[in-house]
């Protein structure tokens, strides 16, 4: 039996090779790790090596892990955490800090409820320092399996792939329109009546725009997406300018809407309340930063601050 030389394989393979097994696609694990694709497909041949065993089944579509690249992915996933959180601990700890909590969050989470409870948070844990990113909601998830971040806030009907959730905050989506538009005088709308218009949207792979897709496929039509941008504040502004009506968080749309004359519509329907979901490979072994992290914005969306319902549980 051929000894395995674990001296061979190194951090930021093993990095790429979690990235690869994940998106299932050499060329876009390379991407995602800011690899180039020849160097990237180096590594993954070299770990293959030191491993003595094929670790990817290379298809025209893609690539699947063998039963080898399963295991290594498992340990993979636990030792890329494991060092993030001894780098983040012992790099605080020697600037004279307590710790550090590396959180990704959604742009409605980060845009209607995180500057608030955030603030509070500083305020009573000041030693501790909060590295946050905004992100989408799918790559919050892999960011989270890939031990690149702690603690995540993304929204519901995200594939989790096994993460540990639990329910945060409400919002609720609301449709946004130019003061002239034909839906503009209503008091209320539901969203079969504006799917025949055109829609300024967000990127297909968001949340929202996935959730607006599903409910448009529901009623037997493609949602008219004339536009993609990158923020509710781009999608507002294309608003103004005529392009199209848009879904947003009604929070998070408010000022937006004040500031460019627009016109905020409430929608009927079931789904556009959402739920925000704290997310975490294993809640109950957060390092103690993140745990205070965590049981702050639990106890603070209990008590309603930020203009939003609390979730249950």
């Known amino acids: 039996m051929a000894a395995i030389n674990l001296h061979r394989i190194d951090l930021v393979s093993l990095s790429l090779f979690a990235l690869v097994v994940r998106e299932g696609s050499i060329s876009r694990g390379a991407q995602r790790a800011h690899l ?3 160097a990237a497909s180096k590594r993954i041949t070299d770990l293959e090596a030191a491993v003595g065993a094929p670790l990817l089944e290379r298809h025209s579509r893609g690539v699947v892990p063998t039963a080898a690249g399963q295991a ?6 636990r ?6 959180q001894l780098a983040a601990e012992l790099s605080d700890y020697a600037g004279g800090g307590v710790g550090m909590v590396r959180l990704w969050a959604n742009t409605s989470a980060i845009i209607q409820f995180l500057p608030a409870a955030l603030a509070s948070f500083g305020a009573a844990h000041p030693g501790v320092r909060i590295e946050m990113h905004e992100a ?3 790559d919050i998830v892999l960011a989270l399996l890939d031990g690149r971040a702690e603690l995540g806030i993304l929204a519901d009907r995200t594939p989790t792939h096994g993460l540990q959730l639990r329910p945060w905050r409400r919002d609720r989506l609301a449709l946004v329109v130019p003061p002239g538009h034909a ?3 209503r008091r209320q709308v539901a969203f079969a009546d504006a799917a025949g218009f055109d829609f ?4 297909g792979t968001t949340s929202l725009a996935r959730r607006l897709a599903q409910q448009a496929r529901d009623l037997g039509q493609p949602l008219r997406t004339r ?3 990158r923020s509710f504040d781009a999608m507002c502004q294309m608003v103004a300018a005529g392009l199209g009506v848009a879904v947003l968080p009604e929070l998070a749309a408010r000022p937006l809407v004040r500031a460019l004359g627009l016109k905020l519509v409430p929608l009927t329907d079931p789904w556009v309340d959402r739920e925000l979901l704290l997310a975490a490979r294993d809640l109950g072994a957060l390092a103690r930063p993140a745990r205070s992290l965590l049981d702050h914005l639990v ?3 209990a008590t309603g601050d930020g203009g939003s319902r609390p979730a249950p549980g």
């Open 36 to 38: 180039a694709v020849g």
């Open 136 to 138: 989408e909601s799918a």
């Open 79 to 84: 030792l890329l955490a494991d060092v993030d």
């Open 183 to 185: 839906l503009a005088r």
């Open 299 to 301: 106890a603070e969306a």
């Open 72 to 77: 290594l992915q498992r340990h993979a996933q």
């Open 227 to 229: 536009i993609q941008v």
């Open 200 to 203: 300024v949207s967000l990127s």
